[in-house]
């Protein structure tokens, strides 16, 4: 899922040091309420992030987070302490621009330093922190250089160096690399998540990109419409998702429509509006799961294997008749879309491991384990 090491996934609890809590916020912008009653509990350490499709209000968050803006209701806390009344500049932390927010006319070194000067730091005090700042984000080679002469990742390394020599107790990410290319986001996604474990302070990342956020995080917020819809690590997150919007929004999934048929302890059995008959092992036993509840079943890509020919009689289960509609080759996977004989698409995603791919309107059974689907309520 991430090309950085494995985090140590944690919830906060009564013994977790909290940094940053939002409680009950909400923010109207004339008459219309962009944020709408978030609790946020973020701990001490923590890689953070705020997740959601544009105008879900993460951006609003972010800035009443850093006092850009002023809740209309509600109490925004940074180590125990209200902010709702403390200004920007005396709330202890740093907000990181995706336009990076660097003056052109000052060097490298005195973009980083620049927010020192005006607290008239002594000299030898400035230098220091400055040259330590630029070493974190290795680029204490580049002190001479103007904001022009350096590359969008380099400015970006300054943008972070110059929110670091504060030494703030939260720094804020708002799409910190939205700005890059494919390659460099990928790079630069490394070089964070690193830079966060070196410094151990907490992060809080606003971004719309789903893969940024699950591979960064120890947690997300999903928003939507100015609500939590849910918090939880990356795996709760995709693996266990609480409505078919976040199934949906994070990453791609499969969602069908229908109504319980059969309902026990530990298992479901639905049937979908246009006939399919598909089976549900329960993670965890629900005792709302009625007879005739419609629901909505979500099925990853990942999870839906592609045979040739007919599965054995004990492999039926979740197992659907179709045809190929469309290959896409993307190098380490293979995407199709096969149309069933229901008139369902379904989107597969399989690692590619073959020189040969099946061609259009091929016939093909498609088939899912009853583990790997979710029974989501509408």
Known sequence: MSQTSVKEQRSPDSATELDVELRKVFKVFNGETA????????CRGEFFSILGPSGCGKTTTLRLVAGFEKPSAGDVLIQGQSMNDIPP?????NTVFQSYALFNHLSVWENVAFGLRIKKLK???????????LKQVKMEAYTNRFPAQLSGGQQQRVALARALVNRPAVILLDEPLGALDLKLRKEMQVELS???QELGLTFIMVTHDQEEALSLSDRIAVMRA???EQVGTPTEIYERPRTPFIADFIGDTNLFEGRIDVADSSMLKIVTKTGLKMVIQLQFPKEDWS?????????????IRLSLAPPPPESTVNCFEGHIEHVMYLGTH???????LSGDRLTVRLPNVTSKLPNPNTPVYARWAATDCLALEE
């Open 291 to 303: 007879i005739s509840k419609n629901v909505v079943v979500s099925v990853r890509p990942e999870k």
């Open 35 to 42: 944020v709408r009653g978030v609790d946020l509990a973020i």
């Open 89 to 93: 500049h005396r709330r202890p932390v």
């Open 194 to 196: 690193n830079l966060h």
């Open 226 to 228: 100015g609500k939590i």
């Open 334 to 340: 293979v995407h199709y879309v096969v149309e069933l």
């Open 123 to 133: 000299a030898s005090e400035l230098e220091e922190r400055v040259r330590q700042a």
